[in-house]
């Protein structure tokens, strides 16, 4: 485990490693003890928090919790590089505070391994001095934002869509609140995931490195914060732009005249379920599964070799396709199925897949609203088709 | 004719674009020209009251049109609107559907 030095006092291998800021008059001795001094709290140690866990703890920050209660697996390693291939299949919090922990050994890492929650939020937050957040979903971006103006903990903000990002500092005293910028989240399932929507991998850094810029800007009182002032970045047009974020003096939070005093519940406020930790996802729950609605890969295979006719209907985008797909599907992208109804007959069954089958279902409302007397969704995407039926069939 | 900025959640609704121009001299007027020329992007945009969805802001410049004239705020042809939604992402999300 790291020594740690004395509160304040730098000793001699710190002095040495901190010397380029030492130098710095902007930051020296009294900015490094502050960044010393300093505690923040990190949610989320994937896309966002690899480069924030790893400059943070390098710049000499005295001590940082991280909450994450994920796993490292293979898809991550195209962003998160704060984990390597070694650390596949271990916990992303101690993968992180090991890669942490080696930049910096003078560091104190508090790792919470859970969710966020509304439960716990408020006690794990109070004793940071700031947040950043590095989450990836709309409850928890709310949870956190509540939760730091309730605490009056700035948070620092990122997110990141395909080629996109934003950054701000939200909660600084005077400042907006996330719920100014945006008081309500978009319906569920407008805004794709990484997962299904795909993300450039390079993205998370350059946002995660605006998070920890003004995170250390923060903590050494230097500059002009990002507080009030929205950056959007565009990396194919490799553009940044500069948006006004005003404090919402009606906002139920932050305003003059908050209706908001104590943590809600946040999954209901997105109109999402809330996930149950240690139950297997749809799909996974059964075998040889079938209703009226919905099928799983095992029924599905087994009426595939019995040669049942039916509409088999993938709605991915041509580039998944391409990585992989199954035989006997039809592409017809979700966006293109109204103005492609007329390929499909109404009147006879059809099963609609995608990558996971949140699109699907999407698509099986559309042709049951459309008139489709029988539509199934399958359970699990080309995913579950991977891990269940045919291996060979590779996953993204 | 304002340029309008469409942000990349929404391209695929506006058949992928990334930026139209368009004639109308307040913020409604070229927003319904907008969704004139991309039904698809109506319900994304909009309520069924109508009413521009509060998940998304609109920009003038650098500025929110929540605090200049709303719907009203005179547009310049020189002028950029900016459609400018909230996004969560970082790693697979709850709020995306699997």
């Given at each position: 485990?790291?020594?740690?030095?004395?509160?304040?006092?730098?000793?001699?291998?710190?002095i040495?490693?901190?010397?380029?800021?030492?130098?710095?008059?902007?930051v020296?001795m009294?900015g490094?003890?502050?960044?010393k001094?300093?505690?923040?709290?990190?949610?989320?140690?994937?896309?966002?928090?690899?480069?924030?866990?790893?400059?943070?703890?390098?710049?000499?920050?005295?001590?940082?919790?991280?909450?994450?209660?994920?796993?490292?697996?293979?898809t991550?390693?195209?962003?998160?590089?704060?984990?390597?291939?070694?650390?596949?299949?271990?916990?992303?919090l101690?993968?992180?505070?090991?890669?942490?922990?080696?930049?910096?050994?003078?560091?104190?890492?508090?790792?919470?391994?859970t969710?966020?929650?509304?439960?716990?939020?408020?006690?794990?937050?109070?004793?940071?001095d700031?947040v950043?957040?590095?989450?990836?979903?709309?409850p928890?971006r709310?949870l956190?934002?509540d939760?730091?103006?309730?605490?009056k903990?700035?948070?620092?903000?990122?997110s990141?869509?395909?080629?996109?990002?934003?950054?701000?500092i939200?909660?600084?005293?005077?400042?907006?609140?996330?719920?100014?910028?945006y008081?309500?989240?978009?319906p569920?399932?407008?805004?794709?995931?990484?997962?299904e929507g795909g993300?450039?991998?390079i993205l998370?850094?350059?946002i995660?490195?605006?998070?920890?810029?003004?995170?250390v800007?923060?903590?050494?009182?230097?500059?002009?914060?990002?507080v009030?002032r929205?950056v959007l970045?565009?990396?194919?047009?490799?553009?940044?732009?500069?948006?006004?974020?005003?404090?919402?003096?009606?906002?139920p939070?932050?305003?003059?005249h908050?209706?908001?005093?104590?943590?809600i519940?946040?999954?209901?406020f997105?109109?999402?379920?809330?996930?149950?930790?240690g139950?297997?996802?749809?799909g996974?729950?059964?075998?040889?599964?079938?209703?009226?609605?919905?099928?799983?890969?095992?029924?599905?295979?087994a009426?595939?070799?019995?040669g049942?006719?039916?509409q088999?209907?993938?709605?991915?985008e041509?580039?998944?396709?391409?990585i992989?797909?199954?035989?006997?599907?039809k592409?017809?992208?979700l966006?293109?199925?109204?103005?492609?109804?007329s390929e499909?007959?109404?009147?006879?069954?059809v099963i609609v897949h995608?990558?996971?089958?949140?699109r699907?279902?999407?698509?099986?409302?559309?042709l049951r609203?459309s008139?489709?007397?029988n539509v199934?969704?399958?359970l699990?995407?080309?995913?579950?088709?991977?891990?269940?039926?045919?291996?060979?069939?590779?996953?993204? | 004719?304002?340029k309008i900025?469409?942000?990349?959640?929404l391209?695929?609704?506006?058949?992928?674009?990334d930026?139209?121009?368009?004639a109308g001299?307040t913020?409604?007027?070229?927003?319904?020209a907008?969704t004139?020329?991309?039904?698809d992007?109506?319900?994304q945009?909009?309520?069924?009251?109508?009413?521009?969805r509060?998940?998304v802001?609109?920009?003038?410049?650098?500025?929110d049109?929540?605090?200049l004239?709303k719907d009203?705020?005179?547009?310049?042809?020189?002028?950029?609107?900016?459609?400018v939604?909230?996004?969560?992402?970082?790693?697979p999300?709850?709020?995306?559907g699997?």
């Amino acid at each position: 485990m790291a020594t740690i030095a004395a509160p304040l006092e730098l000793n001699k291998d710190e002095i040495l490693r901190y010397s380029r800021h030492l130098i710095l008059p902007e930051v020296g001795m009294d900015g490094q003890k502050k960044l010393k001094n300093a505690k923040v709290l990190m949610v989320g140690a994937g896309g966002l928090g690899a480069p924030l866990g790893l400059y943070l703890a390098a710049s000499g920050i005295g001590r940082i919790g991280i909450v994450d209660f994920d796993v490292v697996d293979f898809t991550n390693l195209q962003r998160q590089v704060i984990h390597g291939t070694k650390d596949v299949g271990k916990k992303k919090l101690d993968s992180a505070a090991e890669s942490m922990m080696d930049i910096n050994p003078y560091l104190q890492v508090d790792k919470f391994d859970t969710a966020i929650t509304s439960e716990n939020a408020l006690d794990i937050i109070r004793d940071y001095d700031m947040v950043v957040d590095g989450t990836d979903n709309f409850p928890t971006r709310y949870l956190i934002n509540d939760a730091c103006v309730l605490l009056k903990k700035p948070n620092v903000y990122g997110s990141i869509f395909r080629f996109e990002g934003q950054a701000t500092i939200y909660a600084y005293p005077g400042g907006p609140c996330y719920r100014c910028s945006y008081p309500e989240p978009p319906p569920p399932g407008l805004v794709p995931s990484c997962a299904e929507g795909g993300v450039l991998g390079i993205l998370p850094g350059m946002i995660g490195m605006m998070q920890a810029t003004e995170a250390v800007k923060l903590i050494l009182g230097i500059g002009e914060p990002l507080v009030g002032r929205l950056v959007l970045y565009d990396a194919l047009a490799m553009r940044f732009r500069e948006m006004k974020v005003r404090r919402d003096p009606e906002c139920p939070v932050c305003g003059d005249h908050p209706s908001i005093h104590a943590l809600i519940d946040y999954h209901q406020f997105c109109g999402v379920p809330k996930p149950q930790e240690g139950q297997p996802m749809e799909g996974e729950k059964m075998s040889g599964f079938m209703s009226d609605t919905e099928i799983d890969v095992i029924a599905l295979r087994a009426r595939l070799d019995k040669g049942d006719k039916f509409q088999f209907i993938d709605v991915r985008e041509p580039n998944e396709y391409q990585i992989a797909s199954i035989p006997g599907a039809k592409l017809i992208p979700l966006n293109d199925v109204p103005k492609r109804i007329s390929e499909l007959d109404p009147n006879t069954e059809v099963i609609v897949h995608c990558k996971m089958g949140g699109r699907s279902a999407k698509a099986c409302d559309f042709l049951r609203a459309s008139g489709f007397k029988n539509v199934k969704n399958m359970l699990g995407g080309i995913t579950a088709w991977s891990d269940k039926v045919d291996p060979s069939v590779p996953k993204y | 004719m304002a340029k309008i900025l469409i942000p990349t959640p929404l391209r695929q609704f506006a058949e992928k674009n990334d930026s139209v121009e368009l004639a109308g001299s307040t913020v409604a007027e070229v927003m319904t020209a907008l969704t004139a020329k991309f039904p698809d992007l109506r319900k994304q945009l909009f309520n069924d009251e109508g009413k521009m969805r509060s998940f998304v802001n609109v920009y003038l410049n650098d500025e929110d049109i929540r605090y200049l004239k709303k719907d009203a705020t005179p547009v310049a042809a020189a002028d950029t609107l900016s459609i400018v939604p909230s996004i969560a992402g970082g790693s697979p999300s709850i709020a995306g559907g699997r």
